[in-house]
């Protein structure tokens, strides 16, 4: 059941633009941070608590901005964390939809087996770390790729132009190099 590149382009645009619209740009590698804080404060119950003026963390990342983040921690249940857990579910959802995965497939898709074998380890250690070097660089530059790229380039901030050209000036020559052979 694939999506006309087009009709997929339309829909996504609609979304982004009614988030914007309804309730604020889309970004989400805070989310990660927002997780971490909600388990480190199921373990250590001091790291975030609620002051007079809001609430604050023994740990400065989460302090900062006023204790926003530990703010989020305490109270999870949020718009943004929600989006996150419902972008799982949807693409959980979407492949049920169509059908599912069998089994090899999931664990290791066509293109991957076309050009690195059937062997499942490479795969998973290549794309855990291809999803923290990008996780990481969105932290360090302060958002992510839906909030730098997608919702920044659809505001026109010259960051998100600047982040997109950077993304692809990357991920088009490292394609090419992995991915030489066709599925």
């Not at 999803?131 to 010259?158: D, E, K, N």
Request: charged content about 10%.
């Amino acid at each position: 059941m694939p999506m006309n590149w087009k009709a997929g382009g339309l829909l996504l645009g609609l979304v982004f633009f009614l988030a914007v619209l309804l309730v604020k740009p889309i970004g989400v590698s805070t989310q990660f941070v927002i997780l971490d804080g909600i388990l480190g404060d199921a373990v250590n119950a001091e790291l975030v608590s609620q002051t007079d003026a809001g609430y604050t963390s023994t740990n400065a990342y989460l302090a900062k901005s006023n204790g926003k983040y530990a703010k989020s921690v305490a109270n999870p249940l949020n718009y943004s964390f929600v989006f996150v857990l419902a972008m799982a579910l949807g693409g959980f959802v979407s492949m049920r939809l169509r059908g599912g995965l069998n089994g090899l497939e999931a664990s290791v898709p066509a293109l991957w087996r076309a050009n690195f074998g059937e062997g499942p380890a490479l795969r998973y250690a290549a794309t855990f770390l291809g999803g923290f070097i990008v996780l990481y660089g969105a932290r360090l530059a302060g958002g992510c790729t839906s909030g730098h790229m997608m919702s920044g380039m659809m505001q026109t901030a010259l960051s998100g132009y600047i982040f997109a050209a950077g993304a692809f000036a990357a991920a088009i020559p490292v394609s090419l190099l992995l991915f030489k052979k066709e599925a």
